[in-house]
Nanobody, 124 residues
Framework: QVQLVESGGGLVQPGGSLSLSCAAS????????MGWYRQAPGKQRELVAS??????????TYGDSVKGRFTISRDNAKNTVYLQMNSLKSEDAAVYYC???????????????WGQGTQVTVSS
């Protein structure tokens, strides 16, 4: 099992910045992929950004609506993923969920885990 604990959500004005972090703990041998999803009221959960575990050559993926404004990064030694959000817009307001694809042992398939979510509010 993997436990994901998010932090850093809160209230920010439009145009402002906010940083999120998510630390993974528990019983696993490898976390292959970590990322962030978000869900606004009445909308489906959508990908914000993800990053692979490749040291030195991590591959990142961003949702179209956040490209150029958000940056995802990862500290493999700390099993932590970060999301730097700049130029925030009202439509970025949502609950942000941390996500990880991990193996409990080397012979096990990848399993997906979710954090409890952190609220991001963008309002003046």
């Amino acid at each position: 099992q993997v436990q994901l604990v998010e932090s850093g959500g809160g209230l920010v004005q439009p145009g402002g910045s906010l940083s999120l972090s998510c630390a993974a703990s528990g019983s696993f041998v490898s976390i292959r992929l970590m990322g962030w999803y978000r869900q606004a009221p009445g909308k489906q959960r959508e990908l914000v950004a993800s990053i692979t575990a490749d040291t030195g050559d991590a591959k990142t993926t961003y949702g179209d609506s956040v490209k150029g404004r958000f940056t995802i990064s990862r500290d493999n030694a700390k099993n932590t993923v970060y999301l730097q959000m700049n130029s925030l817009k009202s439509e970025d307001a949502a609950v942000y969920y941390c996500n990880a694809a991990a193996r409990s042992r080397w012979t096990a398939p990848l399993s997906t885990f979710w954090g409890q979510g952190t609220q991001v509010t963008v309002s003046s």
